[in-house]
């Protein structure tokens, strides 16, 4: 199963842009990039996630290398509340069956 | 609105009892999951589901049952609950295409579960 690598924590200013980044060296061609968060006291909750190409919504950007080895979660201007644990996951299928399966993630604190 | 509800959110029990934790989703969405997190091990997938009368085992599945029955419920019984099962437990489901890995998956709140 392939697998991601995160940092563990990381520190951002408010109004500031934040870059998370993420491996997956050993990511196959199937496999989409998925990014959730989880704030304190609750369930993770969906970012955004692509494929191969860099991938926009209301909540951040993802930017995917070319070679898929790695991604980036661009959080364009951080506020108090997105301070949470970050997940980078790979969706991958295991014999017809597609899982979610969360790494560490990185704690990302927002100072104002 | 759509959405997923775990119950009950706390739940105190003891070594031995049998547990179960109910989860109901009203997306009609075909995949579910049951996760427990831990500090030091992250969200850790215990049991998952494709469909009604469909269940497969995760990564930390002993000790722990699910039927489905129905599309919208997926409960997670602990047949004789331990203190190593003392844990916040998630539910999620996503909508399945195909087994599309193209979807997102919606969490519950949580249900934190104390063995005693």
């Known amino acids: 199963d392939a697998k991601t690598t995160q940092p563990n924590s990381m520190e951002s200013n408010e109004e500031e842009p934040v870059h998370l980044p993420c491996n997956h060296s050993t990511i196959s061609g199937t496999d989409y990039i998925h990014w959730y968060r989880q704030l304190p006291s609750q369930g993770p909750e969906y970012v955004i996630h692509g494929l191969t190409s860099n991938v926009n919504n209301r909540m951040a950007s993802l930017a995917i290398a070319e070679d898929r080895k790695s991604s980036t979660l661009i959080l364009h201007r951080a506020t108090l509340r997105d301070a949470a644990v970050y997940y980078c996951i790979l969706r991958f299928n295991s014999g017809g069956y597609n899982k979610l399966i969360f790494g560490a993630g990185t704690r990302l604190a927002v100072h104002p | 609105d759509a959405e997923i509800t775990q119950s009950p959110r706390h739940k105190i029990t003891e070594t031995g009892r049998q547990v179960t934790l109910a989860c109901h989703q009203t997306w009609n969405h075909n995949n579910m999951f049951w996760y427990r997190q831990d500090l030091g091990h992250g969200l850790r997938l215990i049991h998952y589901?494709?469909?009604?009368?469909?269940?497969n085992k995760g990564e930390v599945s002993d000790g722990y049952s699910v039927s489905r029955s129905n599309t919208e419920d997926l409960p997670l019984t602990l047949e004789s609950a331990a203190s190593s099962q003392t844990s916040v437990y998630f539910c999620?489901?996503?909508?399945?295409?195909?087994?599309?890995?193209?979807?997102?998956?919606?969490f519950g709140q949580g249900t934190r579960l104390t063995v005693v």
């Open positions: 999620a489901s996503s909508e399945s295409r195909g087994f599309s890995m193209n979807t997102e998956a919606f």
């Open positions: 589901s494709y469909g009604v009368q469909d269940t």
